[in-house]
């Protein structure tokens, strides 16, 4: 959380707006070791008899003269779009565990989440916000009432995404666009939205982007899927590029074949895939949400503080499973 504040001495007629507030100087004095002083020139505490309090100021009139951010190694507030599919709630988990309040976006209404909603409620504080990561004003909106629910943001994680399949001559128009729209404009949409605040805030964070193994390597049948991925991991790399600077991290976690969503779905009605499926992980079994989500833990904690720009492959080695493949082929 960054606080800022402003001197308050050049127009004492215009109110001071707080940032931080303490009952007494004691309270004050506890604070003091976990705070951390960057061009400190002037003290800006004042008491307020009439608030009975100490205020750290802000004052509109004025630009800042000194800037004070807690200990941001143990992030408090988690977002995670496409929250009410296997792998958001897997990682929405991981993220309770490690002492996360919880924003769940996702276009599912409501009613419809209300189980996994209870599941999660039984472990951390979750705020449910319906939204179209695709739909800009949507995610604005949505942010805007995460920031009145929690007053902030340390973790962005995208992981909204579509995936039909078909041959490459069978997809629509419309087809490939749903896919552009939700698996790469919804990241840029949400990335972008939340790292505006962040660097308005002075504040540093870190943004996750689910990616795939496919994002590197063609798979047949879903071809928009893939070129969508493929654009994720750039969308990454150029963002962390730019916003390093403000202490903001952006990383891809890239899983491989994970037993939910469409590939759950497609053993159900063909169940001979499974072991196709198999075949292209070295390690031999498919993935599950939480082996995901375990990654996604490494991420959000301080172990990860100095990685950017970077893809995990969490894929069981479908990767050079597949380039061994392709080498042994006649």
């Not at 009139?61 to 190694?73: E, F, L, R, S, V």
């Not at 991991?233 to 037993?259: K, Y």
Request: glycine letters at 6%; one cysteine or more; a negative charge.
């Amino acid at each position: 959380m960054a606080v800022y504040c402003y001197h308050p001495l050049f127009s004492l007629d215009c109110p001071p707006v707080p940032e931080y507030y303490a009952p007494d100087w004691c309270a004050l004095l506890e604070l003091a070791p976990k705070l951390r002083w960057v061009g400190l020139t002037h003290h800006v505490f004042r008491w307020f008899p009439k608030s009975n309090g100490i205020y750290l100021l802000r004052h509109p009139a004025q630009i800042a003269m000194m800037k004070i951010m807690t200990d941001t190694d143990s992030p408090k507030v988690g977002l995670i779009t496409g929250g009410a599919g296997d792998i958001g709630l897997a990682c929405a988990e991981k993220m309770a565990e490690q002492g996360l309040s919880i924003a769940l976006m996702d276009r599912l209404p409501k009613e419809q989440a209300a189980s996994l909603l209870d599941r999660l409620r039984a472990k951390t504080r979750v705020l449910y916000l319906r939204a179209d990561v695709s739909d800009r004003q949507q995610v604005d909106r949505a942010l805007d009432k995460l920031w009145q629910e929690f007053s902030g943001l340390d973790v962005a994680m995208c992981n909204a995404a579509v995936v039909i399949d078909r041959p490459f001559i069978d997809f629509t128009v419309d087809q490939w666009q749903e896919h552009l729209d939700i698996n790469l404009t919804g990241y840029f949409n949400v990335s972008q939205a939340v790292a505006r605040r962040w660097v308005d805030a002075g504040q540093r964070g870190k943004l996750i982007f689910t990616g795939s193994w496919v994002q590197d390597v063609p798979y047949k049948l879903i071809t928009p899927y893939c070129v969508a991925k493929a654009g994720v991991w750039m969308l990454a790399r150029c963002a962390a590029l730019e916003l390093a600077a403000h202490g903001i991290t952006v990383n891809v976690v890239a899983p491989g074949i994970v037993d939910s969503g469409l590939s759950k779905q497609e053993m159900k009605e063909f169940p001979e895939l499974r072991s196709e499926f198999e075949r292209t992980i070295p390690l031999g079994n498919l993935q599950s949400p939480k082996d995901v989500a375990d990654v996604v833990g490494f991420l959000i904690s301080s172990a990860s503080n100095y990685v950017t720009g970077a893809s995990i492959l969490c894929d069981g080695g479908c990767t050079v499973g597949c380039a061994s493949a392709s080498s042994d082929a006649p």
